[in-house]
């Protein structure tokens, strides 16, 4: 499926593709909360990295999060994912970590195409959730303290949703 998204103002468009379009996991951690969550969570969804074409690249500007410090006190550095954003309005846009090159995770609030509607909502991270934040609970619903085992690819397969 061709996915096509923007900023608010404007600035930024892209397009990608991805066999896994389903808004199905809401991440509740601080970075997701505090750079992309109205609703204090973020929804991402995965792409094929080698399918993003951007127009207006030069309103794209990329923030790298630090990582959370251990309990010794000792900063680890900065994240190797790289959140992508709209210089001129803020808009979350997408993800790129090196670790997976093959891959981008485009903010779903980003995308302009309509999206499927998921069967369930999984909610990762609920354990990093600001207190203000009721995270959703009961049938329809999986919450996870931390990462899900099941990766976005798995869990469209598991469920017949891979579209190609």
């Known amino acids: 499926m061709v996915l096509e998204g923007s ?3 404007g600035a930024v468009t892209f397009s990608l593709r991805s066999a896994t379009p389903h808004p199905y996991m809401a991440c509740y951690c601080s970075i997701c909360r505090k750079t992309a969550g109205g609703g204090g969570f973020a929804v991402n969804i995965m792409g094929e990295a080698d399918t993003l074409d951007v127009r207006g690249q030069d309103a794209v500007s990329v923030y790298r999060a630090r990582r959370a410090r251990e309990s010794g006190g000792s ?3 900065l ?3 790289r959140r992508h954003f709209c210089v001129r309005c803020g808009s979350a846009l997408w993800v790129f ?4 090159p093959e891959l981008v995770h485009p903010f779903a609030s980003a995308i302009d195409t309509p ?3 998921p069967p369930e909502r999984v909610h990762c ?7 203000w934040v009721e ?6 619903h ?9 990766s976005v690819e798995d869990w469209h397969r598991a469920r017949g949703l891979t579209t190609d």
Request: proline share 13%; glycine share 10%; net charge negative.
């Open 135 to 140: 995270v959703p609970a009961g049938e329809g």
């Open 75 to 77: 900063d680890d550095g």
């Open 142 to 150: 999986s919450v996870f303290d931390e990462y899900p085992n099941e």
């Open 125 to 131: 991270m609920a354990g990093s959730a600001a207190a």
């Open 79 to 81: 994240s190797p994912a």
């Open 97 to 100: 970590d090196p670790r997976w």
């Open 115 to 117: 999206l499927p509607r």
């Open 7 to 9: 900023c608010h103002c």
